[in-house]
């Protein structure tokens, strides 16, 4: 956690080592960032984030590692690519649809880590009705998810499954990099982070449109 002058919260980070991270990645010698988070505007563009990496590289020269690893993305719910490539870390893979493996090497002839593979055979297991995936890895995702099963029962006649990732390794074997949160219909990746009811409404909106669910439908 990050205090700010005034001893208030000013943001956090979480990371973790590798080899127990909840994302769809291979990181086994690198510590993995999970998460970096500034609260307000009036505490950003100060390098504090660059802080808490830092404090992270130092705890993995500490522990020996062979250095660090953080996955981004264009779209929401991941940190900003700019901040970890200011503090020299490079891109090593990718995965669909711009999922990106940045990492910092304390050693250049370490092995990288890599995503893991086969998403599309691993959404192929969620092939029957609405799937949410979720966690407690992440605090907003309880919320999120919460509102999405009312809505999908009260709106749409629709009685999710839910399936909750309770360890690691399950979300090491999750249908996205992501891993922690996902909205499946009939093997069919909806989202792949945690979404707002409007935003799920606006989802489901186009896919009875264009007849992909079926209002009213229930599944056991």
Avoid at 44 to 65: F, Q, Y
Avoid at 116 to 123: P, Q, T
Wanted: net charge positive; hydrophobic share 40%; with cysteine.
């Amino acid at each position: 956690m990050l205090l700010a002058p005034d001893g208030q919260p000013g943001g956090y980070i979480e990371y973790l080592p590798g080899e127990f991270a909840w994302r769809g990645v291979e990181a086994t010698g690198f510590m993995f960032i999970h998460c970096v988070w500034v609260f307000s505007k009036r505490h950003r563009r100060k390098g504090w984030a660059s802080v808490m990496v830092e404090a992270c590289l130092d705890d993995a020269r500490k522990a020996g590692m062979r250095g660090a690893a953080v996955m981004v993305r264009d779209g929401p719910w991941l940190a900003d690519r700019r901040l970890f490539l200011a503090n020299a870390f490079e891109l090593i893979d990718t995965a669909p649809p711009d999922y990106q493996l940045l990492v910092r090497k304390f050693d250049s002839g370490a092995v990288s880590p890599a995503f893991k593979r086969g998403w599309d055979e691993k959404l192929g297991q969620y092939s029957r009705g609405l799937t949410i995936i979720r966690s407690s890895q992440c605090p907003h995702i309880e919320k999120f998810a919460a509102g999405i099963i009312e809505t999908a029962e009260h709106e749409y006649g629709i009685r999710p499954t839910v399936v909750d990732l309770e360890s690691w390794s399950d979300a090491r074997n999750a249908p996205t990099p992501y891993a922690v949160f996902a909205l499946i219909y009939n093997g069919r990746l909806l989202a792949d982070h945690q979404i707002s009811r409007t935003r799920f409404r606006n989802i489901m909106s186009k896919c009875v449109t264009s007849g992909l669910v079926r209002v009213g439908e229930r599944q056991s």
